[in-house]
């Protein structure tokens, strides 16, 4: 179901006039969509808390990770996509994702956020909140795709890269899924809050960049562990506290459908987060910090597509099954095909979405979003998951490649290897932490 179908059921309902209802002189007519104050408080809130998730949440949880002498440019990369995205978002963006009612792309009737005023609508809240909503959205799928990349790619390319990506990749596969007239929405794929749309986009997106770019000086032969777990569990904390938004916010409503979200994404993050603690603990000897906090990301990833579709029971299952899959993806795939992914992003992102996506056609329980998935007898779901998780993988991976090498070609994607011996923050950044 497309975001524009929900808000809409969510706020159509038949009256008259009672001058017409008592003469009986004409047929009930739809009401105008009315402000409803507390759906439009949760979803003020709900943006906020998805913001806290790129800034600072990736940020930090990110600038953790790399080396010391690439901290401060993780960070700006970050902080200056989160820039980035706004005014893309705003000029184009928000356009494609959501004007028009064509099967693959929006149209140019909100170039500038155009025809968006204080007394327009989207449902019960105004539209300027469904609009920075969705902005928030769109600047966390770029910053989390700069993970892979981390530690040798050039600013400028990236931020080159990033803005043609927003308006080619997750614009597009946006309004596929959420847009009305939307293909994937419109055939019946399930992603309640951007299992397609957000995770498995930037994961093979990220993926098909790492490849491209290739190893970092060093890689496989010197340590390049993280500098600083402490930042990593800050971030990660933060990205829990504000996935609540990223879930439950994309009920656009609060009401118990937007409650029950909120469970199931505390519930399936909890038993992801343990999977994995178990899991390495079992297969190194150690439980890390490092560890329990990845698998709390993948079980957020995982839930995302699923959050407003399943029963507890099911989160329970999903999340447990993420923890240990994203494990084996980042500790035993990622070698064995012998890529640089350099904070994971395929493999727990990526791999986590696609997780999500296909369980979420078999734990749907009609109760909860109207659809039932495959123990409730709709076997049917999981092609239709599929079919989504396959769309967004070719798309996502065929324009990447395209744009990368475009880029690549006029601007030179990697920098200079004394620069990136030297690190990122001094040799683009002139800077250096204390």
Known sequence: MSYLARRLGATAAVTATVTAAFLGLAEPALAAETLDSGDTAWMLTSSLLVLLMTIPGVALFYGGMVRKKNVLSTLMQSFAVCCMASIIWMVIGYSLAFSGEGPLIGDLGQLFLAGIGVDSMSGTIPESVFMMFQMTFAIITPALITGAVAERIKFSSLMVLMALWLVLVYAPITHWVWGSGGFLGGAGVLDFAGGTVVHINSGVAALVLCLVLGKRVGYGRENLSPHNLTLTMIGASLLWVGWFGFNAGSELAADGRAGMAMAVTQIATAAAALAWMFAEWMMRGKPSVLGIASGAIAGLVAITPASGFVLPGGALILGLVAGVGCFFAVTWLKHKLGYDDALDVFGVHGVGGIIGAVLTGV??????????????????????????????????????????????????????????REGLDISLHGESVA
């Not at 409730?376 to 991976?397: D, H, R």
């Open 363 to 420: 734990f749907a329980a009609e109760a909860v979003g109207g659809t039932p998935g495959l123990l409730e007898g709709n076997s049917a779901q999981i092609g239709l998951q599929l079919y989504g998780v396959g769309v967004t993988i070719v798309y996502s991976a065929v324009v990447t490649f395209i744009l990368a090498k475009l880029v690549g070609a006029v601007m030179g994607l990697r920098v200079e290897e004394d620069e990136e």
